[in-house]
């Protein structure tokens, strides 16, 4: 388990006092994927450096499995970083340096024999499906490539921690996909606890357990992914998950509704078995009003299925509340839509 108690992280900036963070208290789970997403300048960069103190922090404890890192002595402290590998986003491979060799170069700062080394290596290179690749300089690879040699360096050590920051954001989707996957069989088949600093919803969506929301340095969400989507609470969320749930109708839709009643447009979100049932269908044949379907999707967290669909009622409005109830009743969350301009 990581536990950040009370951190708080300053620095001095021409003569100002620049608050990167400010009494975070958070817990990951081992064995999860956690993801930490904020803006830039959240401080979210600043806390993923802290769970290996690359960043060590003006106020609080950073605890690892129990121990506290913040009092370590500075061997103790190399060699607790030992079990703690890290991923970044420009990837920082050698370039002179073949990728058999980057792989190596961790076990070898350990003073891992030549034979252990290049076990690792070729269990290493098979796990990231590059052994052609083994004699090959960076300028050679691809991004993905690039990305799986660094991932596989992070592996050299067996840690128990992997720190991923912003590890797919110079990646494309195509690749991004293949490199999340990647991380995602690390995390099943290995039990490693991994950790992600993002800025795109979609990834946290993707692979993460859990997420915290960040913002000016501080938490302002957390929870399971499957919870911070069903039902987010700070405004800052709402705005990342509509980069991957619509939350509200664009203002083309409404302008092109033969019936311009706004107010009768309803947001209905579908969550775990009722995004399987035929609530709408049945709520058609059961009360006698017109229901106008304007815009439907559907997403998978972690098995979970989340359904959103817009639609227009129109009716008595004796008979519309019935309707809501109903699909209230069928666990399905009623909201009355906003309009995007």
């Known amino acids: 388990m990581i536990e950040f108690k009370n951190i708080s992280k300053h620095y001095q900036l021409k003569g100002q006092t620049i608050h990167a963070l400010d009494n975070i208290n958070l817990t990951i789970p081992d064995g999860s994927i956690f993801g930490i997403i904020g803006y830039s300048g959240a401080g979210k960069s600043t806390l993923i450096r802290l769970i290996n103190l690359l960043e060590r922090p003006n106020q609080g404890q950073m605890i690892i499995h129990g121990q506290d890192f913040t009092a370590l002595s500075a ?29 190596e170069m961790p076990m070898k700062l350990l003073g891992w024999s030549k034979a252990e080394r290049l076990k690792r290596l070729d269990e290493l290179l098979e796990f990231i499906d590059l052994k052609h690749k083994r004699d090959a300089f960076p300028d050679e690879l691809s991004g993905g490539q690039k990305q799986r040699v660094g991932i596989a ?117 579908f969550l775990g078995t009722s995004a399987q049932e035929t609530v709408v269908q049945a709520a058609i044949k059961r009360f006698d009003i017109s229901l106008n379907i304007l815009f439907a999707n559907m997403t998978e967290i972690n098995g979970a299925v989340i359904g959103q669909m817009f639609v227009q009622l129109l009716g008595d409005p004796d008979i519309i509340q019935e309707t809501i109830s109903f699909f209230q009743q069928h666990g399905v969350k009623v909201e009355q839509s906003g309009v995007r301009a």
Do not use: W
Not at 156 to 172: G, M, Q, R, V, Y
Not at 187 to 214: K, R
Not at 220 to 238: A, M, V
């Open 75 to 103: 061997s103790k402290l190399r060699q607790e970083r030992a079990n703690i590998g890290m991923i970044f986003q420009h990837f920082n491979l050698l370039q002179t340096k073949t990728v058999a060799a980057n792989i």
């Open 153 to 269: 360096r992070a592996l050299a050590n067996h840690p128990k921690i992997l720190l991923c920051d912003e590890a797919t954001s110079a990646l494309d989707p195509q690749t991004t996909k293949s490199v999340l996957a990647l991380l995602k069989k690390i995390n099943q088949e290995q039990g490693i606890t991994i950790v992600m600093v993002t800025h795109e919803m979609d990834v946290i969506e993707s692979i993460c357990d859990f997420v915290a929301v960040m913002e000016q340095g501080k938490v302002i969400e957390h929870g399971s992914t499957l919870d911070i989507f069903s039902q987010p609470q700070h405004p800052t969320t709402k705005t990342f998950i509509q980069t991957v749930l619509q939350q509200q109708l664009p203002i083309n839709i409404l302008n092109n509704l033969e019936n311009q009643n706004h107010h009768s447009i309803y947001n209905l979100q």
